[in-house]
Nanobody
Framework: QVQLVESGGGLVHAGGSLTLSCAAS????????MAWFRQVPGKERDFVAH???????YYADSVKGRFTISRDDAKNTMYLQMNSLKPEDTAVYFC????????????????WGQGTQVTVSS
């Protein structure tokens, strides 16, 4: 079992930047697919980005060109660099891990962090 802990959320003005981190512990494996999702109250958890063990990445259209996902397997840590933030990026951001394929569906991922709040003011 992998334990995941997010950090780095906060309040930022529109146009600003934040970097989220996701620290993994337990049965980590550099071949795990990892991802970021986000959720606002009353809505489903939405896919943001994923990264495979190979390092290949994929982004939701809404964040493409503004967000960058990366991972440092030596540190068992995944990152989400968020630039040009918009008020609609406001959400709780979750990191997730999968022993299998990287997909855009939250059902693929077995491990989840507790979430970190990102608030973008206009």
């Amino acid at each position: 079992q992998v334990q995941l802990v997010e950090s780095g959320g906060g309040l930022v003005h529109a146009g600003g930047s934040l970097t989220l981190s996701c620290a993994a512990s337990g049965r980590t494996n550099s071949y795990y697919a990892m991802a970021w999702f986000r959720q606002v109250p009353g809505k489903e958890r939405d896919f943001v980005a994923h990264i495979r063990g190979s390092g290949s990445t994929y982004y939701a259209d809404s964040v493409k060109g503004r967000f960058t996902i990366s991972r440092d397997d030596a540190k068992n840590t995944m990152y989400l660099q968020m630039n040009s933030l918009k008020p609609e990026d406001t959400a709780v951001y979750f990191c997730a891990s999968s022993v299998g394929f990287a997909t855009t569906s939250s059902r693929t991922y077995e491990g989840w962090g507790q979430g970190t709040q990102v608030t973008v003011s206009s």
